[in-house]
Structures are given as structure tokens and as C-alpha cells.
């Protein structure tokens, strides 16, 4: 009876580490193209506890709008529209660390099929394409995204952006490409965890365990 009853107290009283997240991000606004937008992240603070995952997402925004003016006495049909960027994020942060390295995002907007009535303007979009990639870190790098009390590193994000069109003669054209960058990064760890104070349950528990050895040993005696 005994030794279950410090059991008992040792499995009320016991703290392990706790499995916790922490995330950091950095979204710009969308700005004209080309674009130049350095990202800012946090580092893991290792006083919180150990590393068990790093999961960097990378992220890509492209809007386009077209505003076509046909001052002809004359429709105009079958008028296309395209962009295509591409979103390289580098950097220190980045390449420096060969299981992440340089990425790029291939961004694309169109639209075909515009007509134009006569002494007419017509808007086309916004037109949107959005994608990310998602980069898991080896855990042999993991040191290069912690340090003790924290800190930032940063990523450098920027674009190459093309034009192309058709059906487009003898009309005005008002064209605006816009672009932005984004980056999160979410750590996973064992967080570190000191002996709190015992809470009220776990505190009757122990003393539950406690009194029925006491009863069982009364008990012995009288017998």
C-alpha cells in the first residue's frame, strides 16, 4: 500500500515537457512591379525549450488590371492580356542553409476574348494569382534558426515581371501590375517547463493515497 501511494504522488506531482507552437510572419502590402520587399522573421528563443520542427511557408500575391479605351469609330473584338512574374525569395536567411536554398513562385494572369465598343472603355480584371510553397527544415539545421532570448533573421523577396497582348491596336491601354511577398514560420518544441505549485486536485489526491496507507497500517496493528 505503501508504494502505491507514492505512486500515486509521484504521477500528481510529475511535470514532463509539452509539445507547444510558435509563429512569426511578415506580409508586405502589394506594390507595383518590380517589386523589392525584404521579409522579417523571428528566431526560435531557445530558453522556451527544444526545437522539434521548423516549417517555413513562402508565399507569392500577383493583381493585374487593364483599363482599354478604343476612341475609333469602330468595335474592336478578341483583345488578350497577360502577365507572368516570377517571385524569387533569397537571401541570407535563405541560402546560406542548404536544406532551404533559393525558391521561386511562377505567378499568372490573363484574360482573352475583350471586346471594345465604338468611343468605349472597358476594365478588365483585378485578375488574381496567389501561390506558396511550403519548406520543412532538417533538423540538422535547426541551429540556424535559434538563438538564445530570440532574434530575426531576414529574406529578400523580389520580382521579374512580363507583359504580352493581342488585339490590342488602335487602342489606349492603362495597365497596372501589382505584387507582394509573404512569409511565415511556425516552430514546434518540448517546452521547457518548471515544477509548478501543486494544484488543489492533485494535493487531494496525494492526501487520499496518504490516509489509506495510514487506515491500512491502523488496521495491521489491531489485528
Known amino acids: ?30 506594390a507595383t512591379t518590380e517589386i523589392d520587399q525584404p521579409l522579417s522573421l523571428g528566431l526560435f528563443d531557445t530558453s522556451l525549450g527544444s526545437l522539434t520542427g521548423v516549417a517555413l511557408t513562402l508565399t507569392g500575391h500577383m493583381r493585374s488590371t487593364a483599363v482599354l479605351t478604343n476612341n475609333s469609330d469602330s468595335s474592336l473584338s478578341g483583345g488578350f492580356v497577360s502577365w507572368d512574374s516570377t517571385i524569387t525569395f533569397s537571401g541570407l536567411g535563405l541560402g546560406g542553409i542548404p536544406s532551404i536554398g533559393v525558391h521561386q513562385l511562377f505567378l499568372s494572369t490573363s484574360q482573352g476574348s475583350i471586346g471594345v465598343g465604338a468611343h468605349s472603355v472597358v476594365s478588365v480584371g483585378p485578375l488574381a494569382d496567389d501561390d506558396s510553397t511550403l519548406v520543412l527544415v532538417s533538423a540538422l539545421d535547426f541551429a540556424a ?79
Open 1 to 30: 500500500m505503501k508504494s502505491l501511494a507514492v505512486a500515486l504522488a509521484a504521477s500528481a506531482l510529475a511535470v514532463g515537457a509539452n509539445a507547444a507552437t510558435l509563429t512569426f510572419s511578415d506580409a508586405p502590402a502589394l
Open 145 to 223: 534558426f535559434e538563438r538564445s532570448g530570440g532574434g530575426s533573421f531576414g529574406i529578400d523577396c523580389g520580382s521579374a515581371t512580363g507583359f504580352s497582348g493581342s488585339g490590342l491596336t488602335g487602342l489606349s491601354t492603362n495597365l497596372t501590375n501589382q505584387a507582394s511577398c509573404e512569409a511565415s514560420i511556425v516552430y514546434t518544441y518540448n517546452a521547457r517547463v518548471t515544477n509548478p505549485a501543486p494544484e488543489p486536485g492533485s494535493l487531494a489526491l496525494v492526501g487520499l493515497a496518504l490516509a489509506g496507507v495510514s487506515a491500512a497500517r491502523r488496521k495491521a496493528r489491531v489485528a
